[in-house]
Nanobody
Framework: QVQLAESGGGLVQAGGSLRLSCAAS????????MGWFRQAPGKEREFVSG????????YYADSVKGRFTISRDNSKNTVYLQMNNLKPEDTAVYYC????????????????WGQGTQVTVSS
């Protein structure tokens, strides 16, 4: 397993941007697909975006397509989520997760999770 730590959350006005980072420990990071999920108060956790081990495949929830971009730097053991044109409905705790199959699909069995970072978007 890998240890994951998110950062970059905060308070931003609607229309603003944030970039989340997820730093992973371990030498096998490049083998993992990675994903970002979020959970708003009173709601179930939902898949936001995923990226394959090589970065060649990227996946997005319909609600964030065109606004969020996932990327990874395997040399830095880090995955990013660039969030633009943020909306109040994006307010949630954002989690990164590691998929040992390497795919990063929303349906993958993500075995390792970070502690989460809060994103709050004011209207």
């Amino acid at each position: 397993q890998v240890q994951l730590a998110e950062s970059g959350g905060g308070l931003v006005q609607a229309g603003g941007s944030l970039r989340l980072s997820c730093a992973a420990s371990g030498r096998t990071f490049s083998r993992y697909g990675m994903g970002w999920f979020r959970q708003a108060p009173g709601k179930e956790r939902e898949f936001v975006s995923g990226i394959s081990w090589s970065g060649g495949r990227r996946y997005y929830a319909d609600s964030v397509k065109g606004r969020f971009t996932i990327s990874r730097d395997n040399s830095k053991n880090t995955v990013y989520l660039q969030m633009n044109n943020l909306k109040p409905e994006d307010t949630a705790v954002y989690y990164c997760a590691a998929d040992p199959t390497g795919y990063g699909l929303g349906t993958s069995d993500f075995g390792s999770w970070g502690q989460g970072t809060q994103v709050t978007v004011s209207s």
